[in-house]
Nanobody, 123 residues
Framework: QLQFVESGGGLVQPGGSLRLSCVPVGFKVEHYDIAWFRQAPGEDHKGISCTSTRDGSAHYVDSVKDRFTISRDNAANTVYLQMNSLKPEDTGDYFC????????????????WGQGTRVTVSS
């Protein structure tokens, strides 16, 4: 499975912002669709956003639409997730994943995940 190093998490108050980054280990993001997944405490990993390498389109689940923005910098070989207007329910560990077909990214499944980066939204 393709691995990433995620960073940028932290503790933030409701309404605040964070920008997460993920850097692939040993491959180029330009060859894949890349998605961000979130694992809330006690829950499974859930896809929240995806960026398509084919047409540059961005995909979001309803819970983060209009608040989060996914982007990629192929030259820097990095994918970002700008998170604004954060809510307590955004709390969790965030992970990147590489695959094909952003149109079905919520159904991507993996046996292993990287270390992730922890986001805590609390006052």
């Amino acid at each position: 499975q393709l691995q990433f190093v995620e960073s940028g998490g932290g503790l933030v108050q409701p309404g605040g912002s964070l920008r997460l980054s993920c850097v692939p280990v040993g491959f180029k993001v330009e060859h894949y669709d890349i998605a961000w997944f979130r694992q809330a405490p006690g829950e499974d990993h859930k896809g929240i956003s995806c960026t398509s390498t084919r047409d540059g389109s961005a995909h979001y689940v309803d819970s983060v639409k209009d608040r989060f923005t996914i982007s990629r910098d192929n030259a820097a070989n990095t994918v970002y997730l700008q998170m604004n207007s954060l809510k307590p329910e955004d709390t969790g560990d965030y992970f990147c994943a590489a695959n094909y077909a952003c149109s079905v990214f919520e159904s991507w499944t993996f046996d292993t995940w990287g270390q992730g980066t922890r986001v805590t939204v609390s006052s």
